[in-house]
């Protein structure tokens, strides 16, 4: 089971990014993938998740409307557009699989991409 994360760099506050999860090892539409971040000296927090199968997604309150997740179910690849960019929201981002739907725990994790908002 693999995840790799890309995507990430240096964006000016304003600004766009589209971070892309590509995966490898496992049955992609029994899944469902989340997109995770972790500032310096803060704790991982969630930030969208896709349940593969139907659809379905999910969003934290400091991303809504903001970000927007999606998958090319051919590449099994999940995608994050992240637009309005905030310097709060540099970190480093990760993906994450579960099998099923969008719960704890997330079984397979990405090394992460770094992603630095400048004001």
């Known amino acids: 089971v693999q995840l790799v994360e890309s995507g990430g760099g240096l964006v000016q506050a304003g600004g766009s990014l589209r971070l892309s999860c590509a995966t490898s090892g496992f049955t992609f539409d029994h899944y469902a993938i989340g997109w995770f971040r972790q500032a310096p000296g803060k704790g991982r927090e969630a930030l969208s998740c896709?349940?593969?199968?139907?659809?379905?997604?999910r969003y934290g309150d400091s991303v809504k409307g903001r970000f927007t997740i999606s998958s090319d179910n051919v590449k099994n690849t999940v995608y994050l557009q992240m637009n309005d960019l905030k310097p709060e929201d540099t970190a480093v981002y990760y993906c994450?699989?579960?099998?099923?739907?969008?719960?704890?725990?997330?079984?397979?994790w990405g090394q992460g991409t770094q992603v630095t908002v400048s004001s």
């Open positions: 896709l349940t593969i199968s139907d659809g379905q997604t």
């Open positions: 994450a699989a579960v099998w099923g739907s969008c719960m704890w725990p997330y079984d397979h």
